[in-house]
């Protein structure tokens, strides 16, 4: 079991940076896959990044968000960041972070954190 909370959400410019952060509990933390999705007004959610568990984690992102945001993740203070640079007004919406042990859907989320990016 895992409990995630985000913070780091606000309302920023076009053209600005942010960075999320999501603190997890648990102590098995290096063992996730960890991953960021986002949920915009009126809209789905929509899957966002994901870092792999290990030492040798690899990460994946959406079309929408490669080259301007940065998934990574410190094992040793249980916790996940999204860099997000260059941020566009579309980028507006709630951020969750997920967390997941294998393959298989995302078992654990966050209470969101909102992020509006205005032009």
């Known amino acids: 079991q895992v409990q995630l909370v985000e913070s780091g959400g606000g309302l920023v410019q076009a053209g600005d940076s942010l960075r999320l952060s999501c603190a997890a509990s648990?102590?098995?933390?290096?063992?996730?896959?960890m991953a960021w999705f986002r949920q915009a007004p009126g809209k789905d959610r929509e899957f966002v990044a994901h870092i792999t568990w290990g030492s040798g984690s690899s990460t994946y992102y959406a079309d929408s968000v490669k080259g301007r945001f940065t998934i990574s993740r410190d094992n040793a203070k249980n916790t996940v960041y999204l860099q997000m640079n260059s941020l566009k007004p579309e980028d507006t919406a709630v951020y969750y972070c997920a967390a997941r042990l294998g393959g298989g859907a995302y078992a654990y989320w966050g209470q969101g954190t909102h992020v509006t990016v205005s032009s």
């Open positions: 648990g102590r098995t933390f290096s063992s996730y896959t």
